[in-house]
């Protein structure tokens, strides 16, 4: 696996400076509504759906705004390999359906470890629809939340984009803590209820 080697400058450039461009270029407001509570000696396991070329920037934006700590994601590695300037910006890999896959899921624990940390799966393990709200997670999970884990808050996080009779689109995050069973079927049960719940205040 490739592992995230965090550099201050490489993350501004790319996160601060080159997408930050990107998305004033091609949206026209980001909107947070967060139900969130984190304490300070808690790390961030975010479980967020993913749609778009943009679903790492979203995660970023989340992390700096929001929950106040260090931006990390789990990005496939063949994709990962292709652009490997994203591991200096806290970015690892996961290879599927592979005996390294472990690896990335207990490295994925070890950063959950240190307090500053935020951790971003995209549970899933591949792109979907917005329109899709049926979706079946990928086994693993499991790993990084069993055993005594209350030193991690459990974020689920749901992005979803919307004209509103606007040229350009606008992109809500919704954000609600986790506090279930730690375990794979609760999680994806709860977040799957969280995410028709999201579906339906976009509508109102």
């Known amino acids: 696996m490739i592992k995230a080697r965090y550099s201050r400058f490489y993350t501004w450039f790319f996160f601060d400076f080159y997408f930050a461009l990107r998305y004033k270029i091609q949206f026209r407001k980001m909107s947070f509504f967060p139900d969130v509570k984190i304490e300070d000696n808690q790390s961030v396991l975010l479980l967020q759906n ?38 200096r910006c806290g970015v690892f890999s996961v290879k599927k359906n592979s005996r ?42 499991d790993r990084i939340v069993k055993g005594k884990t209350e030193h991690i808050a459990i974020v689920m996080a749901v992005t979803l984009i919307d004209f ?10 919704y954000l609600e803590n986790y506090s279930g069973e730690r375990n794979a079927d609760a999680i994806e049960k709860a977040y799957l209820s969280f995410y028709q719940s999201c579906i339906s205040k976009q509508t109102e």
């Open 164 to 173: 509103f009779g606007f040229p350009s689109p606008e992109v809500r995050i």
């Open 100 to 141: 390294s896959a472990i690896d990335s899921l207990y490295y994925s624990k070890e950063l959950l470890q240190h307090p500053g940390n935020l951790v971003t799966i995209y549970p899933t393990g591949q792109f979907h629809t917005l329109h899709q709200q049926n979706m079946k997670f990928q086994a693993g999970i």
């Open 50 to 87: 993913h749609y778009s070329w943009h679903d790492g920037y979203w995660s970023y934006s989340i992390s700096k705004n929001i929950v106040k700590r260090r931006f990390h994601v789990m990005m496939l590695e063949e994709q990962l390999q292709k652009r490997m300037f994203l591991h």
